[in-house]
Nanobody, 123 residues
Framework: QMQLVESGGGLVQAGGSLRLSCAASGRTFNIYHMGWFRQAPGKEREFVAGVSRSDSTYYADSVKGRFTISRDNAKNTVYLQMNNLQPEDTAVYYC?????????????????WGQGTQVTVSS
């Protein structure tokens, strides 16, 4: 399994931006597919975005056009650029990794998880 550490969360006003980072351990980052999920209070964890090892990207409809996922294999890092944040984006954001992901949007599709970083958007 891969060790993942998220950073970049915080408090931002509606309409603002944040960039989350997820640093991964190991020398095989480039063969892993990566994803971001989020969990708001009282809600289930939901898929936000994913990037395959060949750089194909996938987004939840709720963030399409506002969020951008990217990866830097040289730095073993995946990013989530979040623009035009809204209060409904408030959640703990989790980074996830898996070698065999096929663009599924379930938690079960990813085998490695970070501890999460809090994003709070005020109105």
């Amino acid at each position: 399994q891969m060790q993942l550490v998220e950073s970049g969360g915080g408090l931002v006003q509606a309409g603002g931006s944040l960039r989350l980072s997820c640093a991964a351990s190991g020398r095989t980052f480039n063969i892993y597919h990566m994803g971001w999920f989020r969990q708001a209070p009282g809600k289930e964890r939901e898929f936000v975005a994913g990037v395959s090892r060949s750089d194909s990207t996938y987004y939840a409809d709720s963030v399409k056009g506002r969020f951008t996922i990217s990866r830097d294999n040289a730095k073993n890092t995946v990013y989530l650029q979040m623009n035009n944040l809204q209060p409904e984006d408030t959640a703990v954001y989790y980074c996830a990794a898996d070698r065999f992901w096929f663009a599924g949007r379930s938690q079960a599709d990813f085998g490695s998880w970070g501890q999460g970083t809090q994003v709070t958007v005020s109105s």
